[in-house]
């Protein structure tokens, strides 16, 4: 049985996308589906056809998360004493040795992950460089653009 690392949040929002699919999207696509119906011969129905193929992603995405869901390990970080250490669902911030450029990222499980709120995968190329290492580390990542030496310099546990 694989299990998925989830933050207490990263859960939450997936119990809350499938209440969304099962209470609301699901019942809208049955309904879609049942007047698509009324209009007669289905074969060149494309209202139907949408609906069904929708229905299709609906049920695919309610399978996924419910078994994610009962999968996952969920982890609250902010239960944990803090000690240095970066480990999956921690805040960490760092800075490029060469400009000093600094960024902080939350280490999340891949449902949750958005580069754009610095939550990143806790499979990516920067958390498995980084989980592990302790504040004041440095450690160099590997990019696309060439490898970056970055130091730690601070590592949260907030939830």
Known sequence: MVQYPMTATGAAALRRELEQLKNVTRPEIVAAIAEAREHGDLKENA????ARE??????????????????????????????????????????????????????????????????????????????????DDEISIKTPGGTIDYEIINVQYIA
């Open 47 to 50: 209202e139907y056809h949408a």
């Open 54 to 135: 929708q229905q299709g992603f609906c049920e695919g995405r309610l399978q996924d998360i419910e078994a994610k869901l009962s999968n996952a390990q969920i982890i609250d970080i902010s239960k944990i004493a803090n000690n240095g250490k970066v480990i999956f669902g921690s805040t960490v911030t760092i800075v490029n040795v060469d400009t000093d450029d600094e960024v902080t990222y939350k280490i999340v499980g891949d449902d949750e992950a958005d580069i754009k709120l610095n939550l990143i995968s806790v499979s990516s190329p920067i958390a498995r460089g980084l989980i592990g290492k302790m504040v």
